[in-house]
């Protein structure tokens, strides 16, 4: 074992002082031992082995369910480098903070350390961490989502002098009064306590990959970012791949696993990715990978009807948290196929009968599920070099002002269009759900850094690529007035995705708006779409001026709350739209 390592270890002994130390390799074994653990001391619970094979159900502290957005911090020196939309602490503070924290927190318990790496072993984008927690649970986790165990310990080898993330993460008593999700992009470290729940705890998702992970790329030049990542083959056997960044919650798992409807004979959708995308230039095209090697997908909703292939991913090996456990030991949720069962235990583990007034599945229950589940895994998800991007897609939940697509005229453009986007909030974060809130690139909770520099990073990026993705948004979530969703979403996204990939190819036609390419009517391949007027449909690709205009006011609102770190391109980009739609109104 590399000596860093052993060092660090024994250090994070001394200060949390657990009763034993559990080195974790990878193996079969080692999980059936957790497991078998884990079923003793009711940190799981076994599922009837023939209606959910190898599966396991998880119940986190009611007061611990989501990420914590208002408890995570970004530990860089100054203030400045963290910029105006992250909590930032000092860093000797904090770690003081922190080891007080965890002062004899693991006594009477197992200190487990975790190997992993993030990305295909054979890329030059992959990372190395280690995490060290003192939850089976979140060791049976990254077991799932990342590739963990002897793999990484070999890749670091012995040179004290490798790259590595230490992540270090403790229960503590689960206080929300106690729960501090901490990152030191400087020292490569993250340390996490008091909670024991998905984001906050799997230190190598948003922790790793994305808030430490965007700060290397930018050193690095290279962009982390909040995308799944899908392949498109049409008919006619060519392929394109494109990465979407939708908030949390937006989408992302369900468009990765699209099953396009009977119409689109022929058109294969299949998953790189569902939730993180890093991405590199060579050839002067932007290059993707996935870094994990799981999903930890949002239950409630999932259904066949919504996403057969994340029902065929987690018909086995699957760790779910928050879901409801029926009489006859499977899981249920709110949307799932068939009728809701006559009694089941919810989530908090109370009695649960279709007249309850709660949910019996928490609306942020997750499942976890190895990709290899996946009946439409791309065959490339192991490729090192990644995939080429032709188009990325940002979107989010907008009950209005946000046609169905539009295109945007360029990079710089695009980059706008990420910069400003906006959703409508989830419950995959605690606090208010179904509030409009600026998410740029659906990082706004994810990026490590100053948010300025992260605009300027893709403009940069932008300059850089010869062969530049396209970029798009969409919104599948626009309402009519009676507040109905107006598009069928789910398997019908193959319509706006089709249009996206002729895009690509230069083969098809838009209407030149105020704010962007959008499909006019005869654009779009509507044969066989049910529920949708065409009243609807051109409602769907409205762009209302009046409601443009409360939206430009909003973009401005939001760069200057921003303090004054937005690059002037993006300010320029402002003007130009606002520009564009006096003259329209003009004309
Ligand atoms: P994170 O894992 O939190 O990053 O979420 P995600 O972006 O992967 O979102 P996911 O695909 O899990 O979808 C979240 C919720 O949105 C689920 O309840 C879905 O049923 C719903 N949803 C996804 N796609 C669509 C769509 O096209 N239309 C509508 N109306 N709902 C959708
Ligand atoms: C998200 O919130 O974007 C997720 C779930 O993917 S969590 O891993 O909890 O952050
Ligand atoms: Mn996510």
Avoid at 400 to 411: G, I
Wanted: net charge neutral.
């Amino acid at each position: 074992m590399n000596q860093a390592v052993l060092d660090w270890v024994h250090e994070v002994e001394l200060l949390a002082q657990p009763e034993n130390i559990f080195w974790c390799d990878g193996s079969e074994r080692e999980n059936e031992f957790l497991i078998a653990e884990s079923l003793k001391q009711n940190v799981l619970i076994k599922l009837n082995e023939k209606k959910a094979p190898r599966s396991y159900l998880h119940r986190s502290n009611p007061n611990d369910v989501a990420r914590v957005e208002q408890f995570t911090f970004i530990c860089t020196p100054t203030k400045a480098e963290a910029g105006p939309t992250n909590n930032w602490s000092e860093p000797g503070e904090t770690y003081s903070k922190l080891r007080g924290l965890l002062k004899g927190a693991m006594r009477g318990r197992t200190m487990f350390v975790v190997p992993y790496i993030m990305g295909p072993p054979d890329s030059s984008l992959t990372k190395i961490g280690f995490e060290i927690t003192d939850s089976k649970y979140v060791v049976l986790s990254m077991r799932i989502m990342t590739r963990m165990g002897e793999i990484a310990v070999k890749r670091l080898g012995s040179d004290p002098k490798a790259e590595w993330n230490r992540g270090v993460h403790s229960l503590l008593d689960v206080n929300p009064e106690r729960r501090f999700i901490c990152h030191f992009p400087q020292d490569n470290t993250i340390i996490s306590v008091g909670s024991g729940y998905g984001g906050n705890v799997l230190l190598s998702k948003k922790c790793l990959a994305l808030r430490i992970g965007s700060y290397l790329a930018r050193k690095q030049g290279w962009l982390a970012e909040h995308m799944l990542i899908l392949g498109v083959e049409s008919p006619a056997g060519k392929k394109h791949y494109v990465a979407a960044a939708f908030p949390s919650a937006c989408g992302k798992t369900n468009f990765a696993m699209l099953i396009p409807p009977k119409h689109f004979a022929g058109w294969k959708v299949t998953t790189v990715g569902d939730d993180i995308a890093w991405m590199q230039i060579r050839d002067g095209r932007l290059w993707a990978v996935n870094p994990e090697n799981g999903y930890f997908g949002v239950v409630p909703g999932t259904s066949c009807k919504s996403n057969p292939n994340a029902m065929k991913s987690i018909e086995r090996d699957t760790l779910y948290t928050n879901v409801a456990l029926t009489d006859d030991g499977d899981v249920w949720w709110e949307g799932k196929d068939g009728a809701p069962p006559k009694h089941a235990i919810d989530w908090r583990g109370n009695d649960w009968t279709p007249d309850s007034k709660e949910k019996a599945a928490h609306p942020n229950s997750r499942f976890a599920t190895p990709m290899r589940n996946n009946p439409v895994l791309d065959p490339h998800v192991e490729d090192g070099k990644g995939v080429p991007i032709s188009a990325i897609i940002f979107g989010g939940r907008r009950s209005d002002t946000m046609p169905l697509v539009f295109q945007a005229f360029d990079w710089e453009h695009g980059t706008y269009i990420g910069a400003t986007m906006a959703s409508e909030t989830t419950a995959a974060a605690t606090g208010a759900v179904g509030k409009i809130r600026r998410d740029p690139m659906a990082m706004l909770p994810f990026c490590g850094y100053n948010i300025g520099d992260y605009f300027r990073h893709w403009l940069e990026t932008g300059k850089r690529l010869t062969n530049p993705p396209l970029i798009f948004h969409v919104n599948w979530f626009r309402k009519s007035a009676d507040g109905k969703f107006l598009w069928p979403g789910f398997g019908d996204n193959m319509r706006v995705l089709e249009w996206i990939i002729d895009r690509c190819e230069g083969r098809v036609g838009a209407h030149e708006s105020a704010i962007g390419h959008i499909p006019r009517m005869q654009d779009l391949d509507l044969d066989e779409l049910t529920g949708v007027t065409p009243n609807q449909m051109r409602e769907l690709l409205n762009v209302n001026a009046e409601e443009w205009q409360k939206e430009i006011l909003d973009h401005a609102k939001f760069f200057e709350s921003l303090g004054g770190v937005v690059p002037p391109e993006l300010e320029k980009q402002r003007e130009n739209l606002a520009a564009r739609f006096k003259s329209s109104t003009r004309a």
